[in-house]
C-alpha cells in the first residue's frame, strides 16, 4: 500500500521504517490539514497521530483522492469524525494499547515532581543554592487519589499507586469488576473528587468528557489539590483552572496534553513568540508542570505502535478480521 504518513518526526521515521512490513511510505512532517491535503492524491491510506485532523470536510478530500484506510498511530480517536468515515467507506484502524505502563509512568512522575519538586532542586543545586525553603512535599503514602477511568491506563496506575500505599477511589461509568473485587471503590465523579488529593485523568476524550474539569467540577476539589491530565487537552477547561490557580484552589497542575496543543507541541519554537496566551499563563506559574504530550515516548511503546501499525495496514490488504477498527 502507499502511505501517506503525516505529523513525522525522526522517531517516528526510525520506527517506521524498521518495522515496515513492505508499504510505501511517504513521510511528511506537518500534521493533515486543508492546506496540504493534495499530498494524499493516490495513496491509498494516511497515517495519523494525535494532532492531524480527520473531520468530515478532510475525509470527504480524502476519500476524492483515493484513500480508502486511516492508520492511527495512537489509542484516542477524537479527532477523527468516525459517522463521515463510515459514510465514506473509510476504514479507521488504530493502536488502541501501547504500553500503557509507559504513559502511567509518566504521569506518576509528574506526580512526584510537582510533590516533591525535584526540578526546583536540579536548578537551586546548580546555582550553589542549597536551601530547602519551598521544597516541603507530602507523602504519597496514605495520600488520596482520585482514578478518573480505569481502562489500560488507570489500571496501570491502581497497581502503582497501590504500591505507594495510596488511598484510591475511581470514577468511571464502566467500573472494572477486576479492579472493584481487589479493594477498590468506586463512586460518582463529585464524590471522589471532593475526596482527593491528588485527581488524576485517564479517560478518553468524548462529547461527556469534554471539559469535565470545569469552573464547577473544580469547586468540589479539596484546597491545595493536585490536579494531572494524561488523556487529551479539552477533558479541562484551561481558563477555569488558570482561576483556579490563581486563586489558590488547585495546588498543582500538571499537563502532558493540552486543549489547544496541535499548533505547539511536537515542535521547536524557542525561536518564536508564544502567541497563545493561556498557555504562557500556564508556564508562568511555579506549581505548573508541562510536558509536550511525551507520556507514550517510550522505546518499547515506539515500537508497539509501529508493529501494531503494520499489522492493522497488512490485514486490511489482506481482508482479514480487522480487529483494530473503530466504527461510529
Ligand atoms: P481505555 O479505553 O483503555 O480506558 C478508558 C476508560 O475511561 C474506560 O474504562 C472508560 O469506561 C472510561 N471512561 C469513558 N468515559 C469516561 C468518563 N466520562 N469519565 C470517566 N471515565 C470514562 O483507554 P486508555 O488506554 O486507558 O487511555 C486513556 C486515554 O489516555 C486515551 O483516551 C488517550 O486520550 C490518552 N492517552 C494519552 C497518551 C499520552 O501520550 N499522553 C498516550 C495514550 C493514550
Same mark, same amino acid.
Given at each position: 500500500?502507499?502511505?501517506?504518513? =503525516?505529523?513525522?518526526?525522526?522517531?517516528?521515521?526510525? =520506527?517506521?521504517?524498521?518495522?515496515?512490513?513492505?508499504?510505501?511510505?511517504?513521510?511528511?512532517?506537518?500534521?493533515?490539514?486543508?492546506?496540504?491535503?493534495?499530498?494524499?492524491?493516490?495513496?491509498?491510506? $494516511?497515517?495519523?497521530?494525535? *494532532?492531524?485532523?480527520?473531520?468530515? #470536510?478532510?475525509?470527504?478530500?480524502?476519500?476524492? *483522492?483515493?484513500?480508502?484506510?486511516?492508520?492511527?498511530?495512537?489509542?484516542?480517536?477524537?479527532?477523527?469524525?468516525?459517522?463521515?468515515?463510515?459514510?465514506?467507506?473509510?476504514?479507521?484502524?488504530?493502536?488502541?494499547?501501547?504500553?500503557?505502563?509507559?504513559?502511567?509512568?509518566?504521569?506518576?512522575? %509528574?506526580?512526584?515532581?510537582?510533590?516533591?519538586?525535584?526540578?526546583?532542586?536540579?536548578?537551586?543545586?546548580?546555582?550553589?543554592?542549597?536551601?530547602?525553603?519551598?521544597? %516541603?512535599?507530602? *507523602?504519597?503514602?496514605?495520600?488520596?487519589?482520585?482514578?478518573?477511568?480505569?481502562?489500560?491506563?488507570?489500571?496501570? %496506575?491502581?497497581?502503582?499507586?497501590?504500591?505507594?500505599?495510596?488511598?484510591?477511589?475511581?470514577?468511571?461509568?464502566?467500573?472494572?469488576?477486576?479492579?472493584?473485587?481487589?479493594?477498590?471503590?468506586?463512586?460518582?465523579?463529585?464524590?471522589?473528587?471532593?475526596?482527593?488529593?491528588?485527581?488524576?485523568?485517564?479517560?478518553?476524550?468524548?462529547?461527556?468528557? =469534554?471539559?469535565?474539569? *470545569?469552573?464547577?467540577?473544580?469547586?468540589?476539589?479539596?484546597?491545595?489539590?493536585?490536579?494531572?491530565?494524561?488523556?487529551?487537552?479539552?477533558?479541562? #477547561?484551561?481558563?477555569?483552572?488558570?482561576?483556579?490557580?490563581?486563586?489558590?484552589?488547585?495546588?498543582?497542575?500538571?499537563?502532558?496534553?493540552?486543549?489547544?496543543?496541535?499548533?505547539? =507541541?511536537?515542535?521547536?519554537?524557542?525561536?518564536?513568540?508564544? #502567541?497563545?496566551?493561556?498557555?504562557?499563563?500556564?508556564?508562568?506559574?511555579?506549581?505548573?508542570?508541562?510536558?509536550?504530550?511525551?507520556?507514550?515516548?517510550?522505546?518499547?511503546?515506539?515500537? #508497539?505502535?509501529?508493529?501494531?501499525?503494520?499489522?492493522?495496514?497488512?490485514?486490511? $490488504?489482506?481482508?482479514?478480521?480487522?480487529?483494530?477498527?473503530?466504527?461510529?
Amino acid at each position: 500500500m502507499k502511505i501517506a504518513v =503525516f505529523s513525522t518526526c525522526s522517531y517516528d521515521e526510525e =520506527f517506521l521504517e524498521k518495522y515496515n512490513t513492505d508499504h510505501e511510505l511517504i513521510f511528511f512532517k506537518q500534521a493533515l490539514d486543508y492546506d496540504n491535503l493534495s499530498l494524499t492524491k493516490g495513496c491509498d491510506a $494516511v497515517c495519523l497521530f494525535v *494532532n492531524d485532523q480527520a473531520n468530515g #470536510q478532510i475525509l470527504s478530500a480524502l476519500a476524492e *483522492n483515493g484513500v480508502k484506510l486511516i492508520l492511527l498511530r495512537c489509542a484516542g480517536f477524537n479527532n477523527v469524525d468516525l459517522e463521515v468515515a463510515e459514510e465514506l467507506g473509510i476504514s479507521i484502524l488504530r493502536v488502541p494499547a501501547y504500553s500503557p505502563e509507559a504513559v502511567a509512568e509518566h504521569a506518576i512522575a %509528574m506526580i512526584m515532581t510537582l510533590n516533591r519538586k525535584t526540578h526546583k532542586a536540579y536548578n537551586r543545586i546548580r546555582e550553589g543554592n542549597f536551601s530547602l525553603e519551598g521544597l %516541603m512535599g507530602f *507523602n504519597l503514602h496514605s495520600s488520596k487519589v482520585a482514578l478518573i477511568g480505569t481502562g489500560n491506563i488507570g489500571k496501570v %496506575m491502581y497497581r502503582i499507586l497501590k504500591g505507594f500505599g495510596c488511598q484510591i477511589s475511581a470514577y468511571d461509568p464502566y467500573p472494572d469488576l477486576e479492579l472493584r473485587s481487589d479493594g477498590l471503590k468506586y463512586a460518582s465523579l463529585e464524590e471522589v473528587l471532593k475526596d482527593a488529593d491528588i485527581v488524576t485523568l485517564h479517560c478518553p476524550l468524548t462529547e461527556q468528557s =469534554f471539559h469535565m474539569i *470545569n469552573g464547577q467540577t473544580l469547586r468540589y476539589f479539596k484546597k491545595g489539590a493536585m490536579l494531572i491530565n494524561t488523556s487529551r487537552g479539552a477533558l479541562i #477547561q484551561t481558563s477555569a483552572v488558570i482561576t483556579s490557580l490563581k486563586s489558590g484552589g488547585l495546588g498543582s497542575l500538571g499537563l502532558d496534553v493540552y486543549e489547544q496543543e496541535s499548533g505547539l =507541541f511536537f515542535r521547536n519554537l524557542s525561536e518564536k513568540v508564544i #502567541q497563545d496566551d493561556l498557555i504562557a499563563r500556564l508556564i508562568s506559574f511555579p506549581n505548573v508542570l508541562i510536558s509536550s504530550h511525551q507520556g507514550f515516548f517510550t522505546r518499547e511503546a515506539m515500537r #508497539q505502535i509501529a508493529e501494531t501499525t503494520f499489522s492493522n495496514a497488512d490485514a486490511y $490488504v489482506s481482508g482479514k478480521i480487522l480487529v483494530n477498527e473503530i466504527k461510529p
